[in-house]
């Protein structure tokens, strides 16, 4: 006899678009200034620079976001999801929800006032990533963003360790859930 757990798992994170470019050579990331294979935050005036890369490489998005991701990989397994993060009031922020919600997701997005965070992702021909990281948005989630209905009928809740910087905003997600 099997026995199913349906469970409605709730994440929250960063809520960070994907924005992936395939590259013919390397020379886009000595461009845009950072190491091969590595992750580096980024201002707004070097995410800037990077777009400007981006404009002339065939680029791809999608949601992401450690526990995006995560919560995207449980809804295809058939699990009932939703996410909270933050995103800007933008056409990124709008994709990012838009596919939250295209991917089975229930959508628990807050709109702040910075443009939303994003992932600038180049793939070089080897297959080896290099990221250019743009918070954003995304690193304004706080406590006062939560509220009890966005942790209504969901089993669990999972926080991406990322978030575990901002101790006030784990203490009010872990008391609503």
């Known amino acids: 006899m099997e026995i199913f757990v349906f469970m409605r798992i709730l994440g929250m994170g960063n809520a960070l678009t994907d924005v992936l470019a395939t590259l013919k050579s390397d020379t ?3 461009e845009a200034g950072l190491l091969k ?4 935050l980024i201002d707004a005036g070097r995410l800037k620079n990077i777009k ?5 490489v065939h680029t791809s998005q999608a949601c992401g976001g450690s526990a995006a991701n995560a919560i995207a990989g449980l809804t295809r397994m058939g699990v009932s999801t939703g996410f909270i993060g933050k995103v800007g009031n933008d056409e990124l922020g709008q994709f990012y929800e838009n596919n939250l919600i295209e991917n089975g997701v ?7 006032e910075l443009d939303s965070g994003c992932a600038m992702t180049f793939i070089s021909p080897d297959g080896e990533r290099t990221f ?3 918070l954003g948005a995304a690193a304004t989630l706080s406590a006062t963003d939560l509220s009890d209905n966005m942790f209504s009928g969901y089993d669990l809740l999972h926080i991406e360790g990322y978030l ?4 006030h905003l784990i203490r009010k997600a872990v008391s609503l859930a």
């Open 37 to 40: 294979g590595g992750m580096e």
């Open 132 to 134: 250019g990281t743009y």
């Open 164 to 167: 575990v910087q901002d101790p």
């Open 28 to 30: 886009p990331i000595q």
């Open 106 to 112: 229930k959508s628990h997005l807050k709109k702040g």
């Open 52 to 56: 400007r890369i981006f404009a002339s």
